[in-house]
């Protein structure tokens, strides 16, 4: 493990006085990762956007207090289950299954206290790579057994990989996924209205109005969720289609099409000339147009983040998951390795 004081700083503390690290990957030209060892966080990723300038293109918080009050996972490892679980309630081997709720009712990114908001440990850290480590016991947030999770962000060229495993010693769920949001414009920029958004995908997934799937998939033909061509983003969240009303913009899985490592979304900004290609081998892909940014926490540039100022694209399985046994499985078992893998590949326009 290297401990160059240029690429490994301290960021803050927990309130239990732990030290939370700031761990730097990559180099110019091409894109430099600030990593936190709270919530395996992307704290800051800096490229060479098209038109010369350099700028941070994700959203962050300034400091360890408010990243710990912030409830948007800016940035954050979600675990142990991405998305909702409808009444934090399912069955797993004819087990009922309790976990902790805090949104609606439902259980919402591994529950009120998710790995985003956890000090992981530093297993390596090398100039274009770090490798972060958690160990969620047994009962945690109620989920049942003791899960192993790990992190590693490589930079390879223009490309940041994610890649994300667990093993578990009892049956339990894993879903993980990255809550990086975006804004090609530079962090604090303002609204991403203007960006132009692809979506590989025939189908979403229609939600109740507690977020949570209200049956299966329908065709994105003909409504605001149709994004199989490059679009802006702006009219489609203002749209009055009363899947978007009732979400305050986009807020919905994605059944993207294909399987194994493929391009899963591209977002430009015409702006900066700026481009990212989503690679991902998950079959879904939650779209978050950052419809509850409310101007109540603080950003790295010191201004307030509002509703659109970035638009998150999250690799998962499906929402619910555990109460649809026709979907892909989030059951992972003793001797099993969940893995999942996104990248980000940027590009100029």
Do not use: K
């Not at 956007?49 to 941070?56: F, H, P």
């Not at 408010?66 to 081997?93: M, Q, S």
């Not at 976990?99 to 998710?114: A, C, E, F, I, K």
């Amino acid at each position: 493990m290297t401990h160059d004081a240029t690429r490994e700083t301290t960021f803050g503390r927990m309130p239990d006085g732990r030290e939370v690290r700031l761990l730097t990957i990559g180099a110019e030209p091409g894109p430099v990762v600030e990593v936190l060892t709270l919530g395996a966080t992307v704290h800051s990723l800096v490229v060479t956007c098209g038109d010369g300038e350099r700028r941070n293109v994700v959203l962050g918080h300034p400091d360890v207090g408010e990243r710990l009050a912030a409830d948007t996972y800016i940035g954050g490892t979600i675990g142990r289950y991405a998305n909702r679980i409808a009444g934090g309630r399912f069955t797993l081997d004819g087990r009922d299954v309790e976990v902790r709720t805090h949104d609606r009712g439902n259980s919402l990114h591994g529950g009120p206290d998710g790995f985003d908001v956890r000090l992981w440990d530093v297993e390596s850290h090398d100039p274009d790579r770090v490798v972060l480590s958690l160990v969620s016991p047994d009962g945690d947030q109620g989920f049942p057994g003791e899960v192993t999770a790990r992190v590693t962000y490589d930079i390879d060229g223009d490309v940041v990989r994610v890649t994300m495993q667990a093993t578990t010693d009892a049956p339990t769920v894993v879903n993980l996924t990255n809550h990086a949001y975006f804004n090609l414009d530079g962090e604090g920029s303002g609204t991403v209205d203007d960006h132009e958004l692809l979506v590989e995908a025939e189908e979403f997934t229609p939600v109740d109005a507690t977020g949570i799937p209200a049956g299966g998939h329908a065709p994105v033909d003909g409504t605001p969720f149709d994004f199989r061509t490059s679009t802006p983003i702006g009219p489609a969240i203002r749209a009055e289609h009363p899947q978007v009303v009732d979400a305050r913009g986009i807020d919905h899985n994605y059944v993207v099409r294909g399987d194994g490592l493929r391009r899963a979304a591209a977002l430009a900004s015409p702006r900066t000339r700026t481009g990212v290609e989503l690679w991902s081998d998950q079959p879904g892909l939650q779209v978050y147009t950052g419809n509850f940014l409310d101007g109540t926490r603080r950003s790295t540039s010191g201004a307030r983040y509002r509703q659109g100022d970035g638009v998150a694209l999250e690799p998962q399985l499906f929402p619910d998951s555990p109460h649809h046994s026709e979907w892909p499985s989030a059951v992972l078992r003793p001797g099993e390795t969940y893995a999942a893998v996104l990248e980000w590949r940027f590009a100029t326009t």
